[in-house]
C-alpha cells in the first residue's frame, strides 16, 4: 500500500494511505539511502510502500524518490544528517517587524540558503495587528523590497484571521515547510489555517507517541483546502550548505543578476574594482540591508556557521 510520511516520532512513522488511514510504521531492514549519512532514512514528506501486519501497524518497505530534501547535520562533528523534510514545494518564512522583530539578516540567511536548495520562499508578516504606524510603514518598505527581488510577500494576523484567505491560496495544493523564529506565530498560524487542528493531532498520535512531544521532529498536517503544512519545531532555518566565497552572489538573486557586469568574473563585491555591485549599492538598487547580509555571510564562512547547520 502506498503512504505519504505524515509524522516522525523516533524509530515510528506515521502514514497517510492513500485511502486515508493513519497507520504506525517501522523500517524493515536496512535502508540506506545513496549519497546521504542519515539518522532519520525515512522523513516527513516521503511517499512509502507498507506492509501491513495483523496487529494493524505496518512495515515501511519501500520509499520513492525524493523530489528534494532538507538537512541539517545531526551535531556539529558529525558527518550524519538528520532529514527535517522531503518532497517540500514552498517554504513560508513567517516573520515579525516587532513582539519579536526579526532581522534582515536572519531574513536574508534564510532565503540564501533555500536558493542554495532551490525551495521558493514566499515572506509572511504576521502579527499585523499589534504594529504601530511605523512598523506598518517599515513593514511595507520590506515587502516591496523583497517583492522586488523575487519573494512573494503577505501580511496577515494570525490571530485575528486577517490576511489569511491569500495565504489559504498559496497553500493550496502544494507542501509548504513553516519556518520562522521562536515566538513569531507558527504555531497561532496553523491553528487559524486549521481549525479542528487540535482534534486531529490527537487522532494520529498513536500509542507508541508517549514522551516524544519534545517538539524536535517535523509533522506535516493537511489543510482543508487541499495541501500539506510542514511545521519544525526548533528548526530556523535550512541546513548545511557548503560554497566557495566566488559562489555567495548565487544565493542573493538581485546581486548575482548584478554581479553579470562586475570587471572580474570572481569577484566577492567587496574591495575589487570595477564591481557592479558595489556600485548598485551606491546608487541605491541592490538595498544596504541585503549588502550588509551578503558581507555578514562571507565572514561567516570562515567559521563554517554553515557547515554546522543551526
Ligand atoms: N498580536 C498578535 N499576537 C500573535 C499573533 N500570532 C501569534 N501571536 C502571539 O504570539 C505568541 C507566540 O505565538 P506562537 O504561535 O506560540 O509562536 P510560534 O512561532 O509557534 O513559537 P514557537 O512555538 O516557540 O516556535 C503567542 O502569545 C501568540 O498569541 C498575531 O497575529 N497577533
Ligand atoms: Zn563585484
Request: glycine share 8%; net charge negative; charged share 25%.
Amino acid at each position: 500500500m502506498r503512504g505519504l510520511v505524515i509524522r516522525n516520532t523516533g524509530s515510528w512513522y506515521v502514514v497517510r494511505t492513500d485511502d486515508g488511514q493513519f497507520v504506525d510504521s517501522k523500517i524493515k531492514g536496512n535502508f540506506r539511502l545513496k549519497g546521504i549519512r542519515s539518522t532519520n532514512p525515512v522523513a516527513v514528506g516521503d511517499f512509502v510502500q507498507i506492509t501491513v501486519n495483523a496487529e494493524g501497524t505496518a512495515f515501511i518497505t519501500e520509499i520513492e524518490d525524493r523530489k528534494n530534501y532538507i538537512i541539517r547535520k545531526a551535531s556539529n562533528l558529525s558527518k550524519q544528517s538528520h532529514i527535517i523534510a522531503a518532497n517540500v514545494d514552498q517554504a513560508f518564512l513567517i516573520v515579525t517587524v516587532s513582539h519579536p522583530e526579526t532581522s534582515t539578516t536572519f531574513i536574508d540567511r534564510f532565503l540564501a540558503s533555500a536558493e542554495a536548495y532551490r525551495v521558493p520562499v514566499s515572506l509572511v508578516f504576521n502579527k499585523t495587528d499589534c504594529y504601530d504606524a511605523d512598523d506598518l510603514r517599515y513593514m511595507e518598505g520590506m515587502m516591496h523590497l523583497y517583492t522586488t527581488i523575487g519573494y512573494p510577500c503577505h501580511a496577515c494576523s494570525a490571530l485575528q484571521s486577517l490576511g489569511i484567505d491569500a495565504l489559504r491560496d498559496s497553500l493550496k495544493g502544494r507542501t509548504t515547510l513553516l519556518s520562522g523564529h521562536s515566538g513569531v506565530g507558527k504555531s497561532t498560524l496553523l491553528n487559524t489555517l486549521i481549525p479542528d487542528l487540535n482534534v486531529r493531532t490527537a487522532e494520529i498520535s498513536a500509542a507508541h507517541d508517549t514522551g516524544m512531544h519534545t517538539t524536535t521532529f517535523s509533522e506535516m498536517f493537511s489543510l482543508p483546502g487541499g495541501g500539506y503544512v510542514i511545521d519544525t519545531p526548533g528548526i530556523k532555518g535550512f541546513g548545511t550548505f557548503d560554497f566557495e566565497k566566488e559562489e555567495m552572489a548565487h544565493y542573493f538573486r538581485e546581486i548575482f543578476r548584478i554581479s553579470a557586469d562586475c570587471k572580474y568574473n570572481n569577484c566577492t563585491h567587496t574591495h575589487e574594482p570595477g564591481c557592479a555591485v558595489r556600485r548598485a549599492v551606491e546608487e541605491h538598487l541592490i538595498s544596504e540591508s541585503r549588502y550588509a547580509s551578503y558581507l555578514n555571510m562571507l565572514e561567516d564562512r570562515h567559521e563554517s556557521k554553515y557547515r554546522q547547520g543551526y
